[in-house]
């Protein structure tokens, strides 16, 4: 009894001193975020609607506050609510929060490699190479504006020849931007007709279409059960393979063809990095992150501009009082004999303020492209612990009621002063800000104002219904905001 009784006190000893530790070591750290109750295996689903997971995000911020903690499923998920928020996570303590949240169903796709999904040493070196790259070839360069002004003369052509027929410009739209990312990475624009082009962007676009679906929502939340479960989402995933094939085959032909001496694009420049580094076992520039890097600089490059140009015609053909008044801007500044250039924004200052609010009421990543912390974070007095999935809420920035009244109301008026000029905003964040601000934002800022410019200079958009009835609310996924499909017919001026 005697022996029995002293092992019960050891280990009540050492039960209490690991407990003590624990307390101490977690009283240091500091509490974590407040939060809705999770539960074994569903996580928060029964506190959030996943068809529209911003909405349901700014009703937990309105009772637990700026920085609340949620799960989908088992994955704990810190969300930044609001400006100051977001500002000081991603700017003031940037290093911090310069990792790249798992998303499942991203994860499935990248397979956490490339420049979007990658965190670390990895990411700094691929995107330092990009940016740098990116440039040699053009981009946020004369050489680049005027491959934009090329593309826009195609893209005039086109609609010219739909003769006013109604028609959905969807398609017009990203054949024309995804040919610009396609002249810098893959060295050359494709036409058209090009049918391996076409089956191209047809993935693409049913992809936009197939993320809205409650079992591609669900893919977040419980991805093992979902990979057995048939739906849009196995097609989503299919679809995407055949995208990752066709940027690994041009990838493979390049390989074939290489001239050391002469890159001719993004592909070459990464080939000769990865030939500098062969011997560097700890190389981060292998035929994977390439594949995944060019992949990454595609869909970046073709959809959220292409997008953006979407929601902008569906929104201008609503209001032809605003059409009109940019119209005369350009005609004023540009005339009609030749084609617009980035250095007629600072002279059009309506125009800028309508494409600005044009990305602003869209709202088009809604919950930023998720981050993560690096290590152990202290923020306003909470803990998070390393590798925690961050949300910074773009959609709590750009549709602030005191910065811009009336956020879910479109207008330009939000970036005009009282006497018609321009009013910049430190809450204009639609390629996020910070460490991981969006590589692309020069290049596609060009492209919204020399194509969206180029359109209206050359035609009137007349809508197939009254221009009241005109639906412009986004279709909300976890991920981005779409535009509905609709119609219009393009008449020249």
Same mark, same amino acid.
């Given at each position: 009894?005697?022996?029995?009784?002293?092992?019960?006190?050891?280990?009540?000893?050492?039960?209490?001193?690991?407990?003590?530790?624990?307390?101490?070591?977690?009283?240091?750290?500091?509490?974590?975020?407040?939060?809705?109750?999770?539960?074994?295996?569903?996580?928060?689903?029964?506190?959030?609607?996943?068809?529209?997971?911003?909405?349901?995000?700014?009703?937990?911020?309105?009772?637990?506050?700026?920085?609340?903690?949620?799960?989908?499923?088992?994955?704990?998920?810190?969300?930044?609510?609001?400006?100051?928020?977001?500002?000081?996570?991603?700017?003031?303590?940037?290093?911090?929060?310069?990792?790249?949240?798992?998303?499942?169903? +991203?994860?499935?796709?990248?397979?956490?490699?490339?420049?979007?999904?990658?965190?670390?040493?990895?990411?700094?070196?691929?995107?330092?190479?990009? +940016?740098?790259?990116?440039?040699?070839?053009?981009?946020?360069?004369?050489?680049?504006?005027?491959?934009?002004?090329?593309?826009?003369?195609?893209?005039?052509?086109?609609?010219?020849?739909?003769?006013?027929?109604?028609?959905?410009?969807?398609?017009?739209?990203?054949?024309? %931007?995804?040919?610009?990312?396609?002249? +810098? %990475?893959?060295?050359?624009?494709?036409?058209?007709?090009?049918?391996?082009?076409?089956?191209?962007?047809?993935?693409?676009?049913?992809?936009?279409?197939?993320?809205?679906?409650?079992?591609?929502?669900?893919?977040?939340?419980?991805?093992?059960?979902?990979?057995?479960?048939?739906?849009?989402?196995?097609?989503?995933?299919?679809?995407?393979?055949?995208?990752?094939?066709?940027?690994?085959?041009?990838?493979?032909?390049?390989?074939?063809?290489?001239?050391?001496?002469?890159?001719?694009?993004?592909?070459?420049?990464?080939?000769?990095?990865?030939?500098?580094?062969?011997?560097?076992?700890?190389?981060?520039?292998?035929?994977?992150?390439?594949?995944?890097?060019?992949?990454?600089?595609?869909?970046?490059?073709?959809?959220?501009?292409?997008?953006?140009?979407?929601?902008?015609?569906?929104?201008?053909?609503?209001?032809?009082?605003?059409?009109?008044?940019?119209?005369?801007?350009?005609?004023?500044?540009?005339?009609?004999?030749?084609?617009?250039?980035?250095?007629?924004?600072?002279?059009?200052?309506?125009?800028?303020?309508?494409?600005?609010?044009?990305?602003?009421?869209?709202?088009?990543?809604? +919950?930023?492209?998720?981050?993560?912390?690096?290590?152990?974070?202290?923020?306003?007095?909470?803990?998070?612990?390393?590798?925690?999935?961050?949300?910074?809420?773009?959609?709590?920035?750009?549709?602030?009621?005191?910065?811009?009244?009336?956020?879910?109301?479109?207008?330009?008026?939000?970036?005009?002063?009282?006497?018609?000029?321009?009013?910049?905003?430190?809450?204009?964040?639609?390629?996020?800000?910070?460490?991981?601000?969006?590589?692309?934002?020069?290049?596609?800022?060009?492209?919204?104002?020399?194509?969206?410019?180029?359109?209206?200079?050359?035609?009137?958009?007349?809508?197939?219904?009254?221009?009241?009835?005109?639906?412009?609310?986004?279709?909300?996924?976890?991920?981005?905001?779409?535009?509905?499909?609709?119609?219009?017919?393009?008449?020249?001026?």
């Amino acid at each position: 009894m005697e022996v029995l009784g002293g092992t019960t006190v050891f280990l009540l000893v050492c039960l209490s001193c690991l407990f003590l530790a624990t307390w101490r070591s977690t009283s240091q750290k500091g509490k974590e975020p407040p939060g809705p109750i999770s539960l074994p295996f569903i996580g928060s689903l029964l506190h959030i609607n996943p068809l529209n997971l911003p909405e349901s995000l700014k009703k937990l911020s309105e009772k637990y506050g700026p920085v609340f903690k949620i799960h989908l499923g088992p994955q704990k998920v810190v969300v930044l609510y609001g400006y100051d928020v977001v500002k000081e996570a991603l700017v003031d303590q940037g290093d911090d929060f310069s990792g790249r949240g798992t998303v499942p169903l +991203i994860k499935k796709l990248f397979q956490g490699t490339g420049i979007v999904t990658s965190s670390g040493e990895t990411w700094k070196q691929l995107r330092r190479f990009a +940016i740098t790259t990116l440039r040699d070839f053009g981009m946020g360069k004369k050489g680049i504006e005027e491959r934009i002004q090329e593309e826009a003369h195609f893209l005039l052509e086109r609609l010219k020849n739909t003769h006013e027929r109604p028609l959905n410009p969807g398609s017009f739209l990203i054949h024309a %931007v995804s040919n610009i990312i396609c002249s +810098i %990475v893959f060295g050359d624009r494709f036409d058209y007709e090009d049918k391996k082009f076409l089956a191209l962007i047809d993935w693409i676009e049913e992809n936009n279409k197939l993320q809205g679906s409650i079992q591609t929502q669900l893919y977040n939340f419980f991805p093992t059960l979902m990979d057995y479960l048939p739906g849009p989402h196995q097609q989503l995933i299919k679809n995407f393979k055949k995208v990752d094939k066709f940027s690994t085959d041009i990838v493979m032909e390049h390989q074939k063809t290489l001239d050391p001496t002469c890159p001719r694009d993004f592909i070459d420049a990464f080939l000769n990095k990865m030939e500098q580094e062969k011997g560097n076992d700890d190389s981060k520039f292998t035929v994977e992150t390439l594949s995944k890097t060019t992949l990454d600089l595609f869909l970046a490059g073709t959809g959220t501009t292409s997008i953006t140009l979407r929601f902008a015609i569906l929104i201008l053909h609503k209001y032809p009082e605003i059409v009109e008044k940019m119209q005369k801007e350009i005609d004023s500044v540009i005339g009609r004999d030749r084609s617009p250039c980035m250095s007629d924004r600072s002279l059009m200052p309506f125009t800028d303020a309508v494409i600005h609010e044009i990305q602003r009421y869209i709202d088009f990543l809604p +919950i930023n492209v998720p981050h993560a912390v690096i290590r152990d974070t202290k923020f306003r007095n909470y803990f998070i612990p390393k590798d925690t999935m961050i949300f910074p809420m773009l959609s709590s920035v750009l549709h602030d009621s005191k910065e811009f009244p009336n956020p879910e109301k479109f207008d330009p008026g939000h970036f005009l002063n009282a006497n018609g000029t321009f009013k910049k905003s430190d809450y204009f964040m639609p390629f996020s800000t910070g460490k991981r601000i969006c590589a692309g934002e020069g290049l596609a800022r060009m492209e919204i104002f020399i194509f969206l410019t180029s359109i209206l200079q050359n035609f009137s958009l007349k809508p197939i219904m009254d221009h009241k009835d005109i639906d412009i609310s986004p279709i909300v996924t976890s991920l981005a905001s779409l535009p509905p499909d609709y119609e219009v017919s393009f008449v020249p001026r």
